[in-house]
């Protein structure tokens, strides 16, 4: 996950604001479905 995405995800997160939340999510899916399978297998995943 990019850093930038990151950071605003946490940022939503620590404000409980779901609209940002959702739209966060919905950038992060949209991200990874365009990765090439290649690069699929170096991200990290956010916890």
Known sequence: ????LCNQMMRAFHQKDRKQI???????????T???????????VFQ
């Open 34 to 44: 365009k990765q090439s399978p290649k690069e699929q297998g170096t991200e990290t």
């Open 22 to 32: 959702k739209l966060l999510n919905d950038c992060w899916y949209f991200y990874r």
């Open 1 to 4: 996950m990019p850093q930038w």
